[in-house]
């Protein structure tokens, strides 16, 4: 059985012998004598001789931390260190004597434990001073103490421990102590005999039964035995109280005061009593029993007196509700399901006899289905039927909660019953909620180590809405239960508990804003206490290191669900706990420093000028006339931005500011007017500057940022300076430099542009399909229109992408998958277009620098795509998987789903392919050019295929500079983003792609216009044109180069000289 989730501590003593020819060294006041062997055999450590060398003796004590190791390794460790043979030789002159486990120091359900092993115990100074859990035995030791010691010191020998002082009071004589506990066996599938022979046994004991010198067993009996029929009855001399037989409705007669037998298992973990204990009924008030039906459990409860001597309670209870009980009962836990389903028919004041067939065979069918389904099924039971169709409210107790068995036990009722009253799902397969009807509030019950539910409402269209989580880690609820009664003596143990709780499942806390919430009110409970005990340094490091798991980049999602609800103020209220803690700092001066989190306590010159410089980031200068006081406290956080929303006092609900610097947190002991903050701006393309504070009041306490006191004194270099006239927590607010109508205007001319740019590229598309067979004879004219065919579709497919990105990112709660999808597609379409112009670039380079060399048209087609579409796979993949684990793939700062620029640089991946392709095409272009000048066009290309590849030089000659400029232009927008009229021209740029591709690479494409207008040369000869004018029609206008294009009619439309573009 593996150890629970809590930090054990061994303490092992080692005692070290030390062989020593040297006489300087220094003796340990622990010395004895020993010979030392000289012909290498062992000698026993315990085995006294005069020699000349002298043998020195250590004791050192070593503290294992063995969080998470099983229990079962724990204890063989025990074992072998037991079975050790002794010395251990370590060195020539070194040997280990004995090692003895002293201290084992836990954390259980009960609290925390520090407990010594055999042989060894707390002195009594320990025992009073960190409360024993147990007895001190003959004044002077006990074995478990209920706090970490704060000295460190662990477990002495008991032989070496000394007696406590005399008290100065005459002692009074031991006190016997009687507690009735309760124990509850599970006793399922138990023969009946080997439960008699039990009982017997039991009855057979002779009493009392001694535990330890100060536990006795003074008695056990047999009180309660529950039944497969859910009956649970009494043993002899016991019985069910009036109250319970009339609850749970009794299965034998009712006496003045009880009943021997009733008709299910009480919640609660309620057992008979002893007869004299019971008192009369009252005016009886019966309520409906519960439905008697088949259980596959029988239990038994045992009732034991013991007699125990007294000892001292923990400082932090583990339960909300303290018991008197020395054990706890073992009681298996009841859930009541309180569940609904709907009949589409019309609703009948007489459906709700419970005489009536039909409420007898719904009745009849739940308790059948969910049997059937559940494993841990105790009752079901019908409740009512009500009208709106008709809804019918349904109850199930069960022992085991599970949401699969509950989703196809509702599966089972509309395969049942949906027939015949017309009952079936509306949402379905949902990830979650699983299958739904219309309106019905789902309910999902959390994982085995969570506490809550959670909840979402089906709606008419088949989809769940109102979801909510309310699920809490079981470890952080029982941490709340036990902040809520926590006082000062417990706050050390209890902070470092949460600390490694927060610490070893932070993934899962900053997943989810239930326990996140929870956390908060913890920290807050934490709060309450410190106004009554002094926080030291180790108390404020635990709890900063909590409240940072917080503050983490991952919770940053948690938040935004938080702080969406108006009616909660957890963000506000987790900054009002730090505040209030560094309120009751101790006297002492101390730098506490935390992965995202820095305080500095220290001390205030009155004569000079005070300078504050936090990390480079905030700079506080307080001059001399302000510094009326000793001591200032500055706490300076990395990454609140993710908890603090960005509204201010002049709007709740402001999407448009960005807290842009870091929030610094400054107490002193008096007051101050005069303070200039210096804040580093976090993000450089924003503007607008805002000097605030955190106004805990704003919004009838919900908290928001106000500027009130505070001014802004400059901007520059990137450095804003605030001039404020008291202390609390600042910030920067800052926002998009371009002002909102102007951003509208920029959508406005994006979005149309895009439009236009995607209904030119379906027309390209259309056009190649119609013209293809006319147009694609040879090799070159077949590469260049797949070339200008893909780069049309990886263009239109990027811009579909482009406003499925700008949906996502409009949403008021931005889906970050989605959003990191949709950047995915774009950049991938985006590269894909930029390579396949590239894959033009080359195949002109190729068909004009090798013109005899022929490459067979598959091969052509694998090299093509996968330089044009492998590639651009390659970066993008490359560019996610580095990028996303640290979430920093897309921009965050604006809400654009895009690459990120401010914090990886990932948008690089994009750039510095593109731009390369730009300049590698307009080398090539310049390259075909000069060969063209100089030696003609005839001389540099196969007759058949010149038209094709001036083609191909006029869409790289125009779109290569025009794509690049674009592109260019989107890179100006990141590194100047405050340049309206670079926004301007970028988004003209950008929707104009698709009209260029369609006007350049097709539409002046003279072969083309003749196939779509049944114009084409046809001749029966192969015939010459000699005219210069003709020659440039098909070409660029700047290639004035005599030539002769070659036309061809051949029965086979594909053949390899058919003239073609």
Same mark, same amino acid.
């Given at each position: 059985?593996?150890?629970? %989730?809590?930090?054990?501590?061994?303490?092992?003593?080692?005692?070290?012998?030390?062989?020593?020819?040297?006489?300087? $060294?220094?003796?340990?006041?622990?010395?004895?004598?020993?010979?030392?062997?000289?012909?290498?055999?062992?000698?026993?450590?315990?085995?006294?001789?005069?020699?000349?060398?002298?043998?020195?003796?250590?004791?050192?004590?070593?503290?294992?931390?063995?969080?998470?190791?099983?229990?079962?390794?724990?204890?063989? &460790?025990?074992?072998?260190?037991?079975?050790?043979?002794?010395?251990?030789?370590?060195?020539?002159?070194?040997?280990?004597?004995?090692?003895?486990?002293?201290?084992?120091?836990?954390?259980?359900?009960?609290?925390?434990?520090?407990?010594?092993?055999?042989?060894?115990?707390?002195?009594?100074?320990?025992?009073?001073?960190? +409360?024993?859990?147990?007895?001190?035995?003959?004044?002077?030791?006990?074995?478990?103490?209920?706090?970490?010691?704060?000295?460190? %010191?662990?477990?002495?020998?008991?032989?070496?421990?000394?007696?406590?002082?005399?008290?100065?009071?005459?002692?009074?004589?031991?006190?016997?102590?009687?507690?009735?506990?309760?124990?509850?066996?599970?006793?399922?599938?138990?023969?009946?005999?080997?439960?008699?022979?039990?009982?017997?046994?039991? #009855?057979?004991?002779?009493?009392?039964?001694?535990?330890?010198?100060?536990?006795?067993?003074?008695?056990?009996?047999?009180?309660?035995?529950?039944?497969?029929?859910?009956?649970?009855?009494?043993?002899?001399?016991?019985?069910?109280?009036?109250?319970?037989?009339?609850?749970?409705?009794?299965?034998?007669?009712?006496?003045?005061?009880?009943?021997?037998?009733?008709?299910?298992?009480?919640?609660?973990?309620?057992?008979?009593?002893?007869?004299?204990?019971?008192?009369?009924?009252?005016?009886?008030?019966?309520?409906?029993?519960?439905?008697?039906?088949?259980?596959?459990?029988?239990?038994?409860?045992?009732?034991?007196?013991?007699?125990?001597?007294?000892?001292?309670?923990?400082?932090?209870?583990?339960?909300?509700?303290?018991?008197?009980?020395?054990?706890?009962?073992?009681?298996?836990?009841?859930?009541?399901?309180?569940?609904?389903?709907?009949?589409?028919?019309?609703?009948?004041?007489?459906?709700?006899?419970?005489?009536?067939?039909?409420?007898?065979?719904?009745?009849?069918?739940?308790?059948?289905?969910?049997?059937?389904?559940?494993?841990?099924?105790?009752?079901?039971?019908?409740?009512?039927?009500? #009208?709106?169709?008709?809804?019918?409210?349904?109850?199930?107790?069960?022992?085991?909660?599970?949401?699969?068995?509950?989703?196809?036990?509702?599966?089972?009722? +509309?395969?049942?019953?949906?027939?015949?009253? %017309?009952?079936?799902?509306?949402?379905?397969?949902?990830?979650?909620?699983?299958?739904?009807?219309?309106?019905?509030?789902?309910?999902?019950?959390?994982?085995?180590?969570?506490?809550?539910?959670?909840?979402?409402?089906?709606?008419?269209?088949?989809?769940?809405?109102?979801?909510?989580?309310?699920?809490?880690?079981?470890?952080?609820?029982? =941490?709340?239960? =036990?902040?809520?009664?926590?006082?000062?003596?417990? =706050?050390?143990?209890?902070?470092?508990?949460?600390?490694?709780?927060?610490?070893?499942?932070?993934?899962?806390?900053?997943?989810?804003?239930?326990?996140?919430?929870?956390?908060?009110?913890?920290?807050?409970?934490?709060?309450?206490?410190?106004?009554?005990?002094?926080?030291?340094?180790?108390?404020?490091?635990?709890?900063?290191?909590?409240?940072?798991?917080?503050?983490?980049?991952?919770?940053?999602?948690?938040?935004?669900?938080?702080?969406?609800?108006?009616?909660?103020?957890?963000?506000?209220?987790?900054?009002?706990?730090?505040?209030?803690?560094?309120?009751?700092?101790?006297?002492?001066?101390?730098?506490?420093?935390?992965?995202?989190?820095?305080?500095?306590?220290?001390?205030?010159?009155?004569?000079?000028?005070?300078?504050?410089?936090?990390?480079?980031?905030?700079?506080?200068?307080?001059?001399?006339?302000? *510094?009326?006081?000793?001591?200032?406290?500055?706490?300076?956080?990395?990454?609140?931005?993710?908890?603090?929303?960005?509204?201010?006092?002049?709007?709740?609900?402001?999407?448009?500011?960005?807290?842009?610097?870091?929030?610094?947190?400054?107490? +002193?002991?008096?007051?101050?007017?005069?303070?200039?903050?210096?804040?580093?701006?976090?993000?450089?393309?924003?503007?607008?500057?805002?000097?605030?504070?955190?106004?805990?009041? @704003?919004?009838?306490?919900?908290?928001?940022?106000?500027? %009130?006191?505070?001014?802004?004194?400059?901007?520059?270099?990137?450095?804003?300076?605030?001039? $404020?006239?008291?202390?609390?927590?600042?910030?920067?607010?800052?926002?998009?430099?371009?002002?909102?109508?102007?951003?509208?205007?920029?959508?406005?001319?994006?979005?149309?542009?895009?439009?236009?740019?995607?209904?030119?590229?379906?027309?390209?598309?259309?056009?190649?399909?119609?013209?293809?067979?006319?147009?694609?004879?040879?090799?070159?004219?077949?590469?260049?229109?797949?070339?200008?065919?893909?780069?049309?579709?990886?263009?239109?497919?990027?811009?579909?992408?482009?406003?499925?990105?700008?949906?996502?990112?409009?949403?008021?709660?931005?889906?970050?998958?989605?959003?990191?999808?949709?950047?995915?597609?774009?950049?991938?379409?985006?590269?894909?277009?930029?390579?396949?112009?590239?894959?033009?670039? @080359?195949?002109?380079?190729?068909?004009?620098?090798?013109?005899?060399?022929?490459?067979?048209?598959?091969?052509?087609?694998?090299?093509?795509?996968? &330089?044009?579409?492998?590639?651009?796979?390659?970066?993008?993949?490359?560019?996610?998987?580095?990028?996303?684990?640290?979430?920093?793939?897309?921009?965050?700062?604006?809400?654009?789903?895009? &690459?990120?620029?401010?914090?990886?640089?990932?948008?690089?991946?994009?750039?510095?392919?593109?731009?390369?392709?730009?300049?590698?095409?307009?080398?090539?272009?310049?390259?075909?050019?000069?060969?063209?000048?100089?030696?003609?066009?005839?001389?540099?290309?196969?007759?058949?295929?010149?038209?094709? @590849?001036?083609?191909?030089?006029?869409?790289?000659?125009?779109?290569?500079?025009?794509?690049?400029?674009?592109?260019?232009?989107?890179?100006?927008?990141?590194?100047?983003?405050?340049?309206?009229?670079?926004?301007?021209?970028?988004?003209?740029?950008?929707?104009?792609?698709?009209?260029?591709?369609?006007?350049?690479?097709?539409?002046?494409?003279?072969?083309?216009?003749?196939?779509?207008?049944?114009?084409?040369?046809?001749?029966?000869?192969?015939?010459?044109?000699?005219?210069? *004018?003709?020659?440039?029609?098909?070409?660029?206008?700047?290639?004035?180069?005599?030539?002769?294009?070659?036309?061809?009619?051949?029965?086979?439309?594909?053949?390899?000289?058919?003239?073609?573009?």
């Amino acid at each position: 059985m593996a150890s629970p %989730k809590t930090v054990w501590y061994l303490s092992v003593l080692l005692v070290f012998c030390s062989s020593l020819e040297k006489q300087d $060294c220094l003796e340990t006041p622990n010395v004895t004598s020993e010979e030392s062997p000289t012909d290498g055999s062992q000698v026993p450590s315990r085995e006294k001789r005069e020699v000349t060398a002298t043998i020195y003796e250590k004791v050192g004590e070593v503290e294992f931390d063995v969080y998470n190791i099983p229990l079962e390794i724990i204890h063989d &460790l025990k074992s072998y260190v037991k079975s050790l043979t002794y010395p251990i030789l370590i060195s020539s002159v070194l040997n280990v004597t004995d090692i003895n486990i002293t201290t084992e120091c836990s954390s259980d359900p009960s609290g925390f434990r520090c407990r010594c092993e055999d042989q060894y115990s707390w002195s009594c100074d320990q025992c009073s001073s960190n +409360v024993s859990c147990d007895e001190i035995v003959d004044g002077k030791t006990c074995g478990c103490l209920n706090n970490y010691p704060s000295d460190g %010191k662990f477990c002495q020998p008991i032989t070496n421990l000394t007696a406590c002082p005399s008290p100065t009071t005459t002692a009074e004589p031991s006190t016997t102590y009687g507690e009735i506990i309760e124990i509850e066996l599970d006793m399922t599938d138990i023969s009946a005999t080997l439960i008699d022979v039990l009982r017997a046994s039991v #009855s057979g004991l002779t009493y009392p039964v001694l535990i330890s010198n100060v536990l006795n067993v003074t008695d056990v009996n047999f009180t309660t035995a529950c039944y497969p029929n859910s009956t649970c009855r009494c043993e002899d001399q016991y019985g069910w109280s009036c109250d319970q037989c009339l609850s749970y409705g009794s299965c034998d007669n009712i006496t003045d005061d009880s009943c021997g037998c009733i008709k299910a298992i009480p919640s609660y973990g309620q057992f008979c009593q002893p007869i004299t204990n019971l008192t009369a009924c009252t005016t009886p008030s019966p309520t409906p029993a519960f439905p008697v039906e088949e259980e596959t459990t029988k239990k038994y409860t045992e009732s034991s007196t013991t007699t125990t001597t007294p000892s001292s309670t923990t400082s932090i209870p583990t339960t909300k509700q303290s018991t008197a009980s020395s054990a706890t009962p073992t009681t298996t836990s009841e859930n009541t399901l309180n569940l609904q389903f709907t009949m589409d028919i019309t609703f009948e004041s007489n459906f709700n006899d419970a005489n009536s067939a039909m409420f007898k065979d719904i009745d009849q069918a739940i308790v059948d289905i969910y049997k059937r389904n559940m494993r841990g099924f105790i009752s079901a039971k019908l409740n009512s039927l009500k #009208s709106g169709s008709v809804i019918a409210d349904f109850t199930v107790i069960t022992t085991i909660v599970d949401n699969v068995e509950i989703a196809k036990a509702k599966a089972d009722i +509309v395969s049942t019953l949906g027939e015949k009253y %017309k009952i079936k799902f509306i949402c379905l397969n949902d990830a979650i909620f699983g299958n739904g009807q219309v309106n019905e509030k789902v309910v999902v019950y959390c994982k085995p180590d969570e506490v809550g539910q959670k909840t979402a409402i089906c709606q008419g269209n088949g989809s769940f809405t109102n979801r909510v989580d309310n699920c809490v880690l079981t470890e952080i609820d029982k =941490l709340f239960s =036990l902040s809520q009664a926590l006082v000062g003596t417990g =706050l050390p143990g209890f902070l470092e508990r949460l600390r490694n709780s927060t610490f070893n499942l932070l993934g899962r806390i900053v997943a989810s804003p239930a326990t996140i919430s929870t956390v908060v009110n913890i920290l807050k409970n934490v709060a309450n206490v410190s106004r009554s005990t002094p926080i030291n340094k180790p108390l404020m490091t635990n709890f900063l290191e909590t409240a940072g798991v917080l503050t983490s980049n991952g919770a940053k999602a948690s938040w935004d669900v938080l702080n969406t609800n108006l009616t909660k103020n957890e963000s506000s209220a987790f900054l009002g706990t730090i505040e209030t803690l560094s309120n009751f700092l101790t006297d002492d001066f101390f730098d506490i420093e935390t992965p995202s989190i820095f305080l500095n306590k220290t001390t205030v010159n009155n004569s000079i000028n005070n300078l504050f410089n936090l990390n480079s980031s905030v700079l506080i200068d307080i001059p001399a006339s302000e *510094a009326s006081f000793n001591s200032i406290t500055i706490i300076t956080f990395d990454s609140l931005d993710n908890v603090l929303p960005a509204r201010n006092s002049s709007s709740l609900n402001n999407s448009v500011n960005t807290i842009n610097g870091k929030v610094v947190l400054v107490k +002193v002991n008096g007051t101050i007017k005069n303070v200039t903050f210096s804040f580093g701006v976090l993000n450089k393309t924003l503007a607008n500057p805002q000097c605030v504070f955190w106004n805990f009041n @704003l919004f009838d306490g919900l908290g928001g940022w106000d500027d %009130k006191g505070c001014e802004l004194q400059s901007e520059k270099n990137g450095t804003v300076t605030c001039h $404020c006239n008291h202390l609390t927590s600042f910030s920067i607010l800052m926002s998009p430099s371009i002002p909102a109508v102007l951003r509208v205007a920029l959508e406005f001319i994006t979005y149309i542009g895009v439009g236009i740019s995607m209904g030119c590229l379906v027309v390209c598309l259309i056009i190649e399909m119609l013209v293809w067979n006319a147009v694609t004879g040879n090799n070159t004219s077949y590469m260049r229109h797949v070339s200008i065919v893909n780069i049309a579709v990886s263009l239109l497919i990027a811009d579909i992408w482009f406003i499925i990105g700008a949906a996502i990112s409009d949403n008021e709660k931005k889906d970050l998958p989605a959003c990191s999808t949709a950047t995915f597609f774009i950049h991938f379409f985006y590269l894909a277009l930029f390579f396949w112009m590239l894959v033009s670039g @080359l195949l002109l380079l190729y068909r004009t620098v090798m013109v005899f060399s022929h490459t067979s048209k598959p091969a052509m087609l694998a090299i093509s795509f996968s &330089l044009g579409y492998g590639a651009p796979l390659i970066i993008a993949v490359i560019t996610i998987a580095v990028t996303a684990p640290g979430k920093q793939y897309i921009r965050d700062n604006d809400g654009v789903c895009w &690459l990120n620029w401010t914090e990886s640089k990932a948008l690089l991946a994009f750039v510095i392919p593109a731009l390369t392709i730009v300049v590698i095409n307009l080398l090539i272009l310049i390259v075909v050019l000069f060969k063209m000048l100089r030696r003609g066009v005839r001389d540099v290309t196969q007759p058949d295929e010149k038209n094709a @590849l001036v083609v191909i030089a006029r869409c790289l000659a125009i779109l290569t500079p025009f794509f690049g400029t674009t592109w260019g232009l989107g890179v100006g927008t990141m590194t100047t983003p405050n340049n309206l009229g670079i926004h301007i021209v970028f988004a003209i740029f950008n929707s104009l792609q698709g009209l260029f591709i369609l006007v350049f690479g097709t539409l002046l494409d003279k072969k083309i216009r003749e196939a779509l207008t049944g114009r084409s040369q046809v001749s029966s000869n192969r015939t010459r044109s000699t005219s210069a *004018a003709t020659s440039s029609s098909s070409g660029l206008g700047f290639f004035r180069i005599r030539r002769r294009n070659v036309f061809n009619v051949s029965a086979a439309p594909t053949s390899s000289t058919t003239g073609a573009s």
